[in-house]
T-cell receptor, first 115, second 110 residues
Framework: GAVVSQHPSRVICKSGTSVKIECRSLDFQATTMFWYRQFPKQSLMLMATSNEGSKATYEQGVEKDKFLINHASLTLSTLTVTSAHPEDSSFYIC???????????FGDGTRLSIL | ELKVEQNPLFLSMQEGKNYTIYCNYSTTSDRLYWYRQDPGKSLESLFVLLSNGAVKQEGRLMASLDTKARLSTLHITAAVHDLSATYFCAVRRAAQKLVFGQGTRLTINP
């Protein structure tokens, strides 16, 4: 089956640092990748949608300068949380889709803790 | 704007009992998904439902879709402890984004 690998699975870092999370589609080409954030006991909130080679489309209220998304190839997208603060602590999940009518496959998530 | 609502949001039940989780959505959509999430984990895909009257079953879980009522159900038969998790439905309309329900936290007690 389609596999999406997300790395790292857990990050703990100091306030003010930048953190990069990678999302790879291992056995298919992902034309579209999605980044979600999930706070404890809440649902998934879509942050942005990225198509390979294009700029990401951010959801309302998501700061594009703070959450930098790069989707430079059909198998890799990265999310960089710049100058992270404690309120950015959350569970970040990526998802990838091969085509417009294909299902989304989810990564294992990254738990980000900012001290 | 597409909205998805699940109920109940919390469900505590005994092993061996049957129960149903409901998922309502606000506008016509072309596919509905059910996912399971264990604590600290990502989503596991359970079912995708594409057409009116679609029914899918896997073990003790059965999902159905009524597009006219804009309603999907996830039925749990003879619940076992291993089914304790949070269950999400999500709906997608055409080429638009996936919209998730709030999730139903299911606890199954011995």
């Amino acid at each position: 089956g389609a596999v999406v690998s997300q790395h790292p699975s857990r990050v703990i870092c100091k306030s003010g640092t930048s953190v990069k999370i990678e999302c790879r589609s291992l056995d298919f080409q992902a034309t579209t990748m999605f980044w979600y954030r999930q706070f404890p006991k809440q649902s998934l909130m879509l942050m942005a949608t990225s198509n390979e080679g294009s700029k990401a489309t951010y959801e309302q209220g998501v700061e594009k300068d703070k959450f930098l998304i790069n989707h430079a190839s059909l198998t890799l997208s990265t999310l960089t949380v710049t100058s992270a603060h404690p309120e950015d602590s959350s569970f970040y999940i990526c998802s990838a889709r091969q085509g417009i009518n294909q299902p989304q496959h989810f990564g294992d998530g990254t738990r980000l803790s900012i001290l | 704007e597409l909205k998805v609502e699940q109920n109940p949001l919390f469900l505590s039940m005994q092993e061996g009992k049957n129960y149903t989780i409901y998922c309502n959505y606000s506008t016509t959509s072309d596919r509905l998904y059910w996912y399971r999430q264990d604590p600290g984990k990502s989503l596991e895909s359970l079912f995708v439902l594409l057409s009116n009257g679609a029914v899918k079953q896997e073990g003790r879980l059965m999902a159905s879709l009524d597009t006219k009522a804009r309603l999907s159900t996830l039925h749990i038969t003879a619940a076992v402890h291993d089914l304790s998790a949070t269950y999400f439905c999500a709906v997608r309309r055409a080429a638009q984004k996936l919209v998730f329900g709030q999730g139903t936290r299911l606890t199954i007690n011995p």
